[in-house]
């Protein structure tokens, strides 16, 4: 049995403008982003004269949405491009630029007409912050959309009868393994300890997908007069809200406590899982998640990648990963915390190349 391929389709609530579109993901590959198509069709009738216009806009917010203060809307456009459907200002033909546009033209009939937009290279991805249970109507989050309307001109105020709005996701995938092993190693001196501790934490690759276990490799070779206890393991994510606030959230999203001991004059090597899981971090306030649609399942934010001659602040949001290593060492004068950190990027792996060949229609009206 072939494969289905779901269209999108979303019809504003007069009837006079719907919009298809083959797919609401859309990948940064690192050297280009996916293009944004679809088809939009028209009833002229419902129109009454007025013209179509379509927008991309990627939108970053930050508190209520409902509310302004101090004259200043917590919402900035990172990035907003509009374009004339109808009447067309151009042959279709020069507009449709994909096989699934020009199926959905020949079937959809001669009311129907292609929409096109490319990405700037410096956008974000879709992030949100996963509000608490307090935070009704906040939202920080780097969101994508895409908008029909009509009207007589671009910039009139658009009427919500007769608009159609479909959120978007920007995501990327996992670019090839630089084939590091990301390693961090100290040594540790205490008072009236002759010989020093010796601390190392490696992973066996620089890039996690998402729902792989973590393994971290630890090794201690302690020759100072401490003993060591303790040992705990943790993969924090670390989210910098960069426009607005410059916050930065720091949530230990996996833990490991052992109850492992390195005696002095001992040594340790072993090697600890972790498992970095939205499952096991539901409803915590501040995490960095995925962008999503609609209610469909998501999960933790992926690492983001800033490519070169980019601004941060254009981001929005930036989100990294470490794992964390923690022991006490303790002796007669008393115990110290002992730490080691490993960055690592958590991220989806580049799918398979599927076949498409049936369609299936997916209605996508009511809230997106």
């Given at each position: 049995m072939s494969p289905k391929h779901v269209v999108f389709k979303k019809v504003s609530r007069d009837k006079?403008?719907?919009?298809?579109?083959?797919?609401?993901?859309f990948v940064d590959h690192c050297d280009f982003v996916d293009p944004v198509d679809g088809v939009i069709v028209i009833d002229p009738v419902q129109l009454k004269?007025?013209?179509?216009?379509?927008?991309?806009?990627?939108?970053?917010?930050?508190?209520?949405?409902?509310?302004?203060?101090?004259?200043?809307?917590?919402?900035?456009?990172l990035f907003l491009v509009t374009r004339q459907v109808y009447p067309e200002l151009q042959d279709k033909e020069k507009l449709t630029h994909t096989k699934i546009q020009q199926k959905l033209l020949r079937k959809l009939g001669n009311n129907a007409f292609p929409f096109?937009?490319?990405?700037?290279?410096?956008?974000?991805?879709?992030?949100?912050?996963?509000?608490?249970?307090?935070?009704?109507?906040?939202?920080?989050?780097v969101e994508f959309e895409v908008k029909a309307f009509c009207g007589e001109n671009q910039d009139e105020k658009i009427d919500k009868q007769s608009s159609v709005r479909l959120t978007i996701r920007k995501i990327q995938f996992s670019p090839e393994d630089s084939k590091l092993l990301p390693s961090a190693e100290t040594t540790f001196e205490f008072l009236m300890s002759e010989k020093p501790l010796h601390v190392k934490l490696s992973l066996p690759k620089e890039t996690f997908y998402h729902g792989e276990p973590l393994k971290a490799n630890v090794e201690i070779t302690n020759s100072s007069?401490?003993?060591?206890?303790?040992?705990?393991?943790?993969?924090?994510?670390?989210?910098?809200?960069?426009?607005?606030?410059?916050?930065?959230?720091?949530?230990?999203?996996a833990k490991e406590e052992?109850?492992?001991?390195v005696p002095c004059g001992t040594s340790l090597k072993q090697e600890y899982t972790l498992h970095p899981l939205l499952a096991y971090n539901k409803d915590r306030r501040g995490l960095a998640l995925d962008g999503r649609l609609k209610h469909?399942?998501?999960?933790?934010?992926?690492?983001?990648?800033?490519?070169q001659e980019v601004?941060?602040?254009?981001?929005?949001?930036?989100?990294?990963?470490?794992v964390?290593?923690?022991?006490?060492?303790?002796?007669m004068v008393g115990s110290s915390e002992v730490s080691l950190e490993v960055p690592f990027r958590l991220m989806h792996p580049k799918p398979e190349p599927v076949n498409q060949m049936t369609w299936c229609l997916r209605n996508s009206n009511g809230p997106t």
């Open positions: 006079s403008v719907t919009v298809y579109m083959a797919k609401r993901d004269g007025k013209k179509v216009y379509v927008m991309l806009s990627c939108t970053f917010r930050y508190g209520r949405q409902d509310m302004d203060v101090m004259g200043v809307a917590f919402r900035r456009d096109f937009f490319e990405f700037p290279d410096n956008l974000p991805c879709s992030i949100t912050l996963q509000p608490g249970l307090s935070d009704v109507g906040k939202k920080c989050a007069s401490r003993n060591i206890k303790d040992i705990s393991l943790s993969v924090e994510q670390v989210t910098h809200v960069i426009l607005y606030s410059n916050d930065k959230y720091v949530k230990s999203v052992t109850s492992d001991s469909e399942d998501t999960n933790l934010a992926s690492s983001s990648i800033v490519k601004l941060k602040e254009v981001q929005g949001i930036l989100v990294s990963y470490k964390v290593l923690r022991m006490v060492a303790s002796g």
